[in-house]
């Protein structure tokens, strides 16, 4: 016996189960909306009627499914997917891809056909605090974006015009696109340069056509966004900084971890702590542990101690030198 459910709210259940990419069995489908599978088909036909196209598989593993259509038809999306929806085209803006404009459209013409409840909802949530695409960071067009990931997809050789002073074009076997710090990177096999590079999308002048096709090989820290961090923290292997140091500082592990974030922090008392502190350079882990402006200890390596003994010799040589008192006993 069919649940006393109206037509649309069934309708709009059944349409978010087909959106799952997967094959559905009709009597699955007609156990989740509580319904006999007579009354799923009639909405399966409806649904096909609306301009979604359902196929339906045959035999014992068969099912519906939906299929990819020439058309966009009308969406229908639930509370919390039409609340999703709306967040993610409101930070459109930091995604570093010049889609702002398209976005800020695209989620008026969504909360334009949102009942008032939800649009109630979306405009009490406060996005002005969402970090920024890194300063100065230009945006990447979204048909480079389109253009460069289906070359990873598709495992086909790139070639591209990129500012560099000693190579008009380039011929990469393009690995993965990342995202970091409110820029996109390209993570490739450069062919000419026969080694792994990264490059910026928004530098990025794709050419066509694309191929041939290629091999992937493994990158070298396991996956193209460990190898983009490693190249951020100035290592050619892993994902680790070239230097870390150990040291022991008078603070509470919260306050370190709250001004140096991936530290490797050790409670030692309520008000002291040891920490391994990694930077591209010894001077740099120094830096880092001078800011929290507390007393520390060096522990290791020596190559820190032995910076820490450098700059201590450099601070002693750059104050100036205190005048001796004048001798005013004769």
């Not at 007579?38 to 939906?66: C, F, N, Q, S």
């Not at 066509?208 to 292997?237: C, D, E, I």
């Not at 990694?278 to 820190?304: C, K, T």
Request: positive net charge; proline residues 8%.
């Amino acid at each position: 016996m069919d649940r006393v459910t109206g037509t649309p709210e069934r309708t709009l259940e059944l349409l978010s189960l087909l959106q799952v990419p997967r094959s559905w069995p009709g009597d699955e489908l007609a156990r989740r909306l509580k319904v006999t599978t007579r009354t799923v088909r009639r909405d399966i036909d409806r649904l096909r009627g609306m301009g979604y196209r359902i196929e339906a598989d045959k035999g014992p593993d068969g099912g519906y499914r939906m299929g990819a259509g020439a058309d966009l038809p009308p969406l229908r999306f639930d509370d919390e997917q039409a609340v999703a929806l709306a967040i993610c085209l409101r930070s459109a803006p930091v995604s570093g891809v010049g889609i702002e404009d398209a976005a800020h459209r695209a989620l008026a013409t969504v909360r334009q056909v949102m009942p008032s409840r939800l649009r109630h909802r979306i405009d009490r949530i406060e996005l002005t605090g969402v970090p920024r695409a890194a300063a100065g960071a230009s945006r990447v067009a979204p048909e480079v974006l389109e253009a460069v990931s289906e070359a990873v997809s598709a495992g086909m050789t790139l070639r591209f015009g990129y500012p560099d002073p000693n190579s008009v074009s380039r011929r990469v076997q393009p690995h993965g696109v990342v995202a970091r710090n409110g820029r996109w990177y390209l993570v490739a096999w450069d062919l000419e340069k026969d080694d792994w590079r990264t490059f910026r999308l928004d530098r990025m002048s794709p050419r066509t056509p694309t191929g041939p096709a290629f091999t992937p090989r493994p990158v070298p820290t396991g996956s193209p966004a460990g190898f983009l961090a490693s190249r951020a923290k100035g290592s050619s292997g892993s994902d680790e900084w070239p230097c870390v140091g150990r040291v022991e500082i008078d603070l509470p592990a919260a306050q370190v971890l709250t001004w140096i974030p991936d530290a490797e922090v050790e409670v030692m008392t309520p008000g002291t702590a040891r920490a391994g502190i990694g930077s591209w350079s010894w001077a740099g882990v120094l830096a880092a542990v001078l800011r929290l402006d507390a007393d520390f200890r060096i522990l290791g390596p020596d190559a820190l101690l032995s910076a820490g003994r450098d700059l201590g010799d450099r601070l002693h040589t750059s104050l100036p030198r205190r005048e001796e008192p004048h001798d005013r006993t004769a």
